[in-house]
């Protein structure tokens, strides 16, 4: 694992460290992010391999969450690029960079659950808005994924009504509905007890 440095550091990763057998999914190179004249992260660089796991780790208040913000296409870096597969997600429309964030499954980290659907509508909403299939494949979808989770009998339970634990997992599982290409979690297990966190 490596760990991103305190604000006004540069990251120094290696943005050529690809194997052989494979260029970059996703790539950070120079990318400096900020608020007005606040700098988080200076010249940040790493590239990530198709089929690798790679975590952002460091201290609370040092830009996890800003950098996995500028990753998905919510905030723009103030420097330097994102690539996807080699395309520039900030030198993309706005339209484009949408087609390049369906391919995401994004964990946050509240979970961000729609409050006025229960879980397992949560799950379905995204195989609702952008597949073709018939409602009974979208409910053995949301079965299975509510089901990996561990949250099989709770399906028709409000958020109101689960832990922060069960949210989070909740979120997982929407995440992991479309099996999308690439997943990013906001801290996967904060919230937790170690034997769920193992889990996830």
Same mark, same amino acid.
């Given at each position: 694992m490596r760990s991103l440095q305190p604000a006004r550091k540069s990251c120094g990763f290696d943005v050529d460290s690809i194997a052989a057998d494979g260029a970059a999914r996703l790539c950070c190179r120079g990318v400096t992010l900020g608020f007005g &004249? /606040?700098?988080v992260q200076r010249d940040l660089s790493f590239s990530i391999r198709r089929g690798s796991v790679f975590a952002l780790m460091g201290g609370s208040g040092c830009g996890n969450s800003t950098v996995l913000r500028a990753m998905i296409g919510l905030l723009r870096p103030s420097g330097g690029s994102v690539l996807v597969d080699e395309e520039g997600l900030w030198a993309s429309s706005a339209a484009r960079r949408g087609e390049i964030g369906r391919r995401f499954g994004i964990l946050f980290q509240n979970g961000a659950l729609r409050s &006025?659907?229960? !879980?397992a509508e949560n799950v379905a909403l995204p195989l609702q808005m952008f597949t073709s299939l018939d409602a009974a494949a979208i409910d053995g !979808?949301? /079965?299975l994924k509510l089901a990996l989770v561990g949250l099989g009998g709770a399906r028709s339970r409000m958020p &109101?009504? !689960?832990s922060g634990g069960m949210r989070k997992r909740a979120g997982l599982a929407r995440a992991l509905a479309l099996d999308r290409d690439i997943l990013f979690f906001d801290e996967p297990c904060a919230g937790l007890d170690p034997v769920t966190a193992r889990r996830m």
């Open positions: &004249s /606040r700098i &006025s659907m229960t !879980l !979808l949301v /079965r &109101s009504e !689960l």
